[in-house]
């Protein structure tokens, strides 16, 4: 019986030292860059070169990215995102040199931020009532074509509609009217403008 329990110790260390070795075997990897600059949505990211240490062969993956960001085998990150927000991006450099199959995770964020979006003209003219109005086409610039326009705050003078990116009508209603106008972009991300069109009444007929 001693025999038999002295055997097992035997054989128990003897798998810690083999385990030992093998962790010995693995350097520590570090990977680099330490952070990521921040990224706009709709424009080219990169590329960034990640890398890894001490010297020799990495194979580099990522997870967490934001759809349109990629990263390659060798460590480049590039791309151009469709989507805003922070994400929690996941890399992983696996040793492909000797000794082999030794890795290291680096968590790092990725922010993902909406362009500024301008939307036009920058004014519109006033009418009189019952006068048509002459067409106003909406345009955005900064972020990504094809944009939508929408009325998000207030309402335009009566008789005016906006359709396909055009305001046109002609105002049924005299008044002050104050209006927002927001333009959406390929990927969601909005800019707004403030519009104030006076619509004076129609002149009294003379008899």
């Not at 424009?43 to 580099?60: I, K, L, N, T």
């Not at 931020?113 to 106003?136: F, K, N």
């Amino acid at each position: 019986m001693k025999t038999r329990v002295k055997s097992l110790l035997l054989l128990a260390g003897l798998a810690v030292m083999v385990s030992r070795r093998a962790e010995a075997q693995c350097p520590v990897v570090t990977v680099t860059p330490a952070s990521l600059a921040d990224a706009t949505t709709g424009q080219v990211y990169g590329p960034v070169a990640f890398a890894a240490s001490p010297a020799g062969s990495f194979q580099f993956e990522a997870s967490g990215l934001p759809a349109g960001v990629t990263m390659s085998g060798a460590g480049s990150l590039s791309g151009a995102p469709t989507v805003s927000g922070t994400f929690p991006v996941r890399v992983v450099a696996t040793t492909t040199s000797a000794p082999a199959g030794c890795l290291a995770t680096h968590l790092l964020p990725l922010t993902v931020s909406c362009p500024a979006i301008s939307v036009g003209p920058a004014s519109m003219p006033d009418r009189a009532l019952g006068v048509t109005y002459p067409d106003q086409t909406l345009s955005a610039t900064g972020g990504t074509s094809p944009y939508g326009y929408g009325v998000t705050a207030g309402a335009l003078p009566g008789g005016l509609s906006l359709a396909s990116g055009v305001v046109s009508g002609t105002p049924d209603t005299a008044g002050a009217f104050g209006f927002t106008i927001t333009a959406t972009d390929a990927h969601g991300c909005k800019g707004s403008h403030v519009y104030a069109v006076t619509i004076a009444p129609a002149c009294a007929a003379i008899v």
